[in-house]
């Protein structure tokens, strides 16, 4: 194709079909592209002038293409990937998250319903502990025809889950750095349980953390469940699941609470005191019955087993960067 035919090609066309054509669009772009490519054309000013004019109406317009558009929103590439969907920023401090499979709808569904119960029943103080649900709505693929259910979630910026914490310490974390996490990670799974929601997959990158300002968001509630009912899968790729969770028996407070000193062990590996082992045990019999099941009184206990190992609570800033 000669710049000239591309040119007028690109002048004529109203839609993308006219531009691109219906059948190899892929195709058609390349060859428009490499007709109007600037180090392509003819030395004549006016001539290339319309010519790169053309040009970048063409990878413009491409662009878009490659954009999808989801209800009032509009994707790029993925932010994030999560263990069933793929996460996308539409501005605003928000993420769309759309399941890989429509098999999940039901998952999806599980974490509207979470954040809807915690944020009409829980404590107001302690809501930025969880992600806000913005919006929910079903998307049809005009393809295959499958139905996807979507979330889209107020995202605070500058947040890292803890298996990013835990590559910056490979040694383990110090127990005064993991101390502030660990008391806003049961204040997160008291909000939670006060609702009557169990969060059922509290492993280290479900919990982000914000250095700066010690803060804590408990994300992916996908897998959540009411107080007294099953968990509906197990979370891939880390084996700390409750026996209730795997035997597919009733879930409590107990269920996320096992799972968050798991992480919190964790995060101090070999650097963990002794009193805090101890603790963490406590969290994890086997029997849910056995297990504490009230975050905020197990807050209580924790500032004990803290106060008598390093006394009054002061602010330690905290870094990424060892």
Wanted: glycine share 6%; proline share 8%; with cysteine.
């Amino acid at each position: 194709m000669r710049a000239a035919e591309a040119i007028r090609l690109v002048a004529a066309a109203r839609t993308d079909a006219d531009l691109f054509g219906a059948d190899q669009p892929a195709r058609r772009y390349r060859e428009l592209v490499a007709a109007l490519h600037p180090d392509r054309l003819p030395t004549d000013p006016a001539v290339r002038a319309e010519a790169i004019d053309a040009f970048v109406h063409v990878t413009t317009r491409w662009q878009a293409r490659q954009t999808t558009v989801l209800g009032d929103y509009r994707l790029g590439a993925p932010a994030h990937s999560g263990d069933l969907a793929d996460l996308y920023d539409v501005g605003e401090d928000r993420l769309l998250k759309l399941p890989r499979r429509p098999t999940d709808n039901d998952l999806m569904a599980r974490e509207a319903h979470a954040l809807r119960t915690i944020a009409e029943r829980g404590d107001p103080r302690y809501l930025p502990y969880v992600p806000r649900l913005v919006d929910e709505f079903r998307h049809r693929d005009a393809a295959t025809g499958a139905e996807r259910r979507i979330n889209v979630l107020a995202a605070a910026p500058g947040l890292h889950d803890l298996d990013e914490v835990r590559r910056a310490y490979p040694d383990g974390l110090d127990a005064r750095d993991v101390a502030w996490m660990w008391r806003r990670l049961l204040v997160v799974l008291g909000l939670a349980h006060r609702a009557g929601v169990v969060h059922g997959a509290v492993v280290p990158r479900h919990v982000l953390i914000e250095p700066n300002a010690h803060g804590v968001v408990l994300i992916d509630w996908c897998f959540s469940a009411a107080v007294g009912s099953t968990i509906p899968a197990v979370v891939p790729g880390h084996g700390w699941d409750p026996e209730e969770v795997l035997k597919k028996q009733p879930s409590g407070p107990g269920t996320d609470i096992a799972m968050a000193s798991h992480c919190m062990s964790w995060l101090m590996g070999p650097r963990v005191p002794r009193e805090l082992h101890t603790f963490a045990q406590g969290c994890r019999q086997r029997s849910l019955g056995a297990r504490p099941d009230d975050a905020w009184r197990l807050l209580r206990e924790l500032d004990q087993v803290l106060d008598r190992l390093y006394g009054p609570r002061t602010f330690r800033p905290f870094t990424l960067t060892p």
